[in-house]
């Protein structure tokens, strides 16, 4: 069974870098052909793709976000992160990982989630 799990810091001052993990199991990250993904939902409002890594290592990015966001993986550890940097109360989110399938695999679609990590940006 795939299970995806967030770990990171719940609060983040202004002007930091919000640091978070997804660690991965039951599906390697270098699986073909899936990406790796970051969502985030702010209070009130819906979710947002931040951005995700591929199979092979290549990233992409929301454009709004790109300035700001890095995300990179440990295969060894089998394990993405999402780097948000310098981040303002409007960064203030649940911040979900997610496993996309791509048409590659006959359908498209984000099949596991994890449970996601509330992040707030406060001073």
């Known amino acids: 069974q795939v299970q995806l799990q967030e770990s990171g810091p719940g609060l983040v001052k202004p002007s930091q870098a919000l640091s978070l993990a997804c660690t991965v199991s039951?599906?390697?990250?270098?699986?073909?052909?899936?990406?790796w993904s970051w969502i985030r939902q702010p209070p009130g409002k819906g979710p947002e793709w931040v951005g995700a890594i591929d199979y092979e290592g290549n990233t992409y990015y929301n454009p709004a976000l790109r300035s700001r966001t890095s995300i990179s993986r440990d295969t060894s550890k089998n394990q993405f992160t999402l780097q948000l940097t310098p981040v303002t109360p409007e960064d203030t989110a649940v911040y979900y990982c997610?496993?996309?399938?791509?048409?590659?695999?006959?359908?498209?679609?984000?099949?596991?989630w994890g449970q996601g990590t509330q992040v707030t940006v406060s001073s």
């Open positions: 997610a496993r996309l399938r791509t048409i590659l695999l006959g359908s498209r679609g984000y099949d596991y």
């Open positions: 039951g599906s390697a990250i270098t699986t073909h052909y899936y990406h």
